[in-house]
């Protein structure tokens, strides 16, 4: 019996011991904090698409302010109005940030491609440009013009030549005009299109041009100083971030669109480019 009662005071002590190092395991991580609470959330990642040159340069401050909230967007260059939208469909891209509505409208209806608008960004009023004259009104009977040859931007050049009161379009034709909606053309002026990114090194073969904002800066031309006429600052050809349609619910993306419609970009864009271009926010 005496054995028996040895034994049972034994196993209590034992149990006892145990017991009391368990709770002394527990109670550390309480006093330092949960270890995997602590750990930071892992950073999230989007592939962007731009234009090379202003936009690239602006795009790198919303990088920086998206990299404060846990994103990391790498950007990806294009010189041309074209690949952006095509690889960003193909699921190459998560988004793009370089057209506008009109454009990406006809884009999507020529190409089957299923992109939408996110947000707004910037407006780039485009302006008229020439080495050879210093207002519109010098303008001589048969002289040579320029203006893009996709067919939005073509159009919103020929809206732009109306506004000056160089020409007349039919009546209702605006974003998808064409030199052939041209009913009205008192100097008999000709229109050469070209290719967006080659108008600024055609212009000494021009009399002027239509050249869109992010070709003019990359090209060493100030809209706001060397345009000799521009469309106005509230101007709809306001440039988007744009995504194929099954992502655009996706919560990530609104860290996109924080980081560049924030204070530190449109403070970079004021104080860089002046009234080159406006912010759409």
């Not at 790198?60 to 967007?73: E, P, R, S, Y």
Request: one cysteine or more; hydrophobic letters at 40%.
């Amino acid at each position: 019996m005496k054995k028996s009662y040895l034994s049972i005071f034994l196993a209590m002590a034992v149990a006892l011991v145990v017991t009391g190092c368990g709770a002394g395991q527990q109670a550390a991580p309480q006093a330092g904090g949960d270890a995997n609470a602590a750990k930071p959330a892992a950073e999230e990642k989007l592939k962007l698409g731009v234009m090379a040159g202003a936009e690239e340069e602006i795009w790198k401050v919303a990088k920086d302010v998206a990299k404060k909230d846990g994103l990391d967007i790498e950007l990806v260059t294009f010189s041309d109005y074209v690949q952006p939208n095509k690889v960003l469909e193909d699921g190459q891209l998560d988004a793009n940030a370089f057209q506008h509505q009109p454009y990406l409208d006809e884009f999507n209806k020529t190409n089957g491609t299923h992109i939408v608008k996110l947000a707004d960004t910037i407006n780039y009023p485009i302006g008229v440009y020439s080495q050879k004259i210093k207002n519109l009104s010098e303008l001589k009977d048969g002289d040579v013009l320029g203006l893009p040859n996709d067919p939005t931007n073509g159009g919103r050049a020929l809206v732009l030549f109306q506004s000056a009161g160089l020409i007349k379009l039919k009546d209702g034709v605006t974003t998808t005009a064409t030199v052939k909606d041209i009913v009205d053309n008192p100097k008999h002026l000709q229109f050469k299109e070209l290719d967006a990114a080659f108008i600024p090194k055609a212009l000494g073969d021009l009399t002027a041009a239509v050249i869109n904002t992010n070709y003019a800066i990359e090209n060493g031309l100030s809209p706001s100083k060397d345009a000799i006429y521009r469309e106005p600052k509230d101007s709809p050809w306001v440039n988007i971030i744009a995504v194929r349609e099954a992502d655009k619910d996706k919560p990530v993306f609104q860290k996109l669109v924080k980081a560049f419609q924030s204070e530190e970009v449109k403070k970079f864009v004021t104080e860089k480019y002046g009234d080159s271009m406006v912010t759409a926010w």
